[in-house]
Nanobody
Framework: QVQLVESGGGLVQAGGSLRLSCAAS????????MGWFRQAPGKEREFVVA????????YYANSVKGRFTISRDNAKNTVYLQMNSLKPEDTAVYYC????????????????????WGQGTQVTVSS
């Protein structure tokens, strides 16, 4: 069973930065497309960013484009989310997700596209 563990969340002031990590328990995840989603209090979970298995293709939600950067280190079975210029509206629980399809060199935007999810990490941005 694949496990995804997010880390790196915390409390930061507006304009600050955080780097989230998503570590996978299984090496096969290095061949999967990955994504980050977030859920703010009282809101639906929403797509943030996705990356293909090779890292060559990425897609960002408009709300984070230019501020967030996704990357991956397949040798470490880890995906990262660098978040800069954080805003209070970025406050949410952030989840990483993996799609169990080998070597898919595209990205996926829907929750139903992903079969594995982490437990989430809280990001709080104060104004």
């Amino acid at each position: 069973q694949v496990q995804l563990v997010e880390s790196g969340g915390g409390l930061v002031q507006a304009g600050g930065s955080l780097r989230l990590s998503c570590a996978a328990s299984d090496r096969t995840v290095s061949t999967y497309a990955m994504g980050w989603f977030r859920q703010a209090p009282g809101k639906e979970r929403e797509f943030v960013v996705a990356i293909s298995w090779s890292g060559s293709t990425t897609y960002y939600a408009n709300s984070v484009k230019g501020r967030f950067t996704i990357s991956r280190d397949n040798a470490k079975n880890t995906v990262y989310l660098q978040m800069n210029s954080l805003k209070p509206e970025d406050t949410a629980v952030y989840y990483c997700a993996a799609r169990s399809e080998y070597y898919s060199d595209t990205y996926y935007l829907g929750e139903s596209d992903y079969g594995y999810w982490g437990q989430g990490t809280q990001v709080t941005v104060s104004s």
